[in-house]
């Protein structure tokens, strides 16, 4: 795979013009360092096609149904299509044929994290707002965040839940408003991407994770009783949209590439895979 070009996954689904690496340079690596690819899709809920309601399973069109409000019924099933729809596309086969498990491993409900019948690829799935992201990695566990920048949040009573002590004392540092609202942002997603690529979602308190930033690379640098993960959590911003912070995190030791692609090129190149073409008939 030539360098600077995305997997074939990305090209397939379309970029937005934004590479992001980690552990490599944008340019050529030579056959040195091996990398492996992990896709993030992300689409407005607005522009995903009318078909891909008929993408879900019964259970998932029940689980829609409960969300009363339409919005968070439009975002659910706009997530859970683009997921199938992604895998689809990085295995070539109809997206109507991807299977997801989704139970939740404390109570059995349809509410867990996805997982592709079969076992890969790895993905995870978030939405907020007008935005949802999807991410996709073949080698290992994934977990990505996006969420909604609200000035009026308070972010003070929320320093215990989300920050270690050491990081309140550098966060408490920051004075002008707009700096200390986006860096509790890229904070809170970081943290949410490693505990979404870990299994153990906001069960666990984002104060048993510590994460840095430095020459632009974002670390783990801890994570509690579990410190194995240090070495092998690669962490990576995203950029979804303006008002939006986005994260996505990668369990593999392996160096690894994060492509930023486009959603709604990702339910176009699907729709070329379904046979049954009455089933994206437009209504």
């Known amino acids: 795979m030539a360098a600077g ?3 074939a996954a990305g090209r397939r689904g379309g970029t937005r013009g934004l590479t992001l690496a980690i552990g490599v340079s944008g340019s050529d690596t030579g056959a040195a360092v091996r990398t492996t690819d992990c896709c993030v899709w992300c689409i407005d809920p607005g522009d995903a096609p009318d078909w891909c309601e008929e993408l879900l399973s019964e ?31 990085w295995a070539g086969c109809d997206p109507f044929d991807v299977k997801l498990r989704r139970e939740c491993p404390d109570c059995g409900r349809l509410h867990g994290r ?12 978030s939405h907020a707002g007008d935005r949802v992201a999807v991410a996709l990695y073949e080698h290992g566990p994934v977990g990505v965040d996006v969420e909604q920048v609200n000035p009026d949040v308070d972010v003070d009573s929320m320093l ?29 997603t ?15 308190p984002m104060s048993n994770v510590t994460v840095g930033a430095s020459h632009g690379q974002v670390r783990l640098t801890g994570f509690t009783d579990r410190p194995e993960l240090v070495g092998t959590a690669q962490i990576v911003d995203l950029r979804p949209e303006p008002g939006y912070v986005g994260a996505v995190t990668v369990l593999s030791a392996r160096p690894v590439r994060v492509w930023e692609l486009d959603g709604a090129d990702a339910f176009a190149t699907a729709a070329e895979l379904v046979r049954d073409r009455s089933r994206i008939a437009v209504r």
């Open 5 to 7: 070009a995305p997997p």
């Open 59 to 89: 259970p998932e069109r029940a689980r829609a149904e409960s969300f009363h409000n339409v919005v968070a019924r439009r975002r659910f099933t706009s997530a859970t299509a683009l997921v199938k729809v992604a895998v689809a596309g």
């Open 114 to 125: 996805p997982e592709v019948v079969g076992g890969t690829p790895h993905v995870s799935l």
């Open 160 to 188: 215990g839940f989300v920050f270690g002590e050491d990081e309140r004392r550098v966060f408490g540092s920051i004075e002008e408003p707009s700096a200390r609202l986006q860096a509790f942002y890229h904070c809170w």
């Open 190 to 204: 970081r943290k949410e991407s490693v505990l979404k690529a870990t299994g153990d979602g906001l069960r666990l």
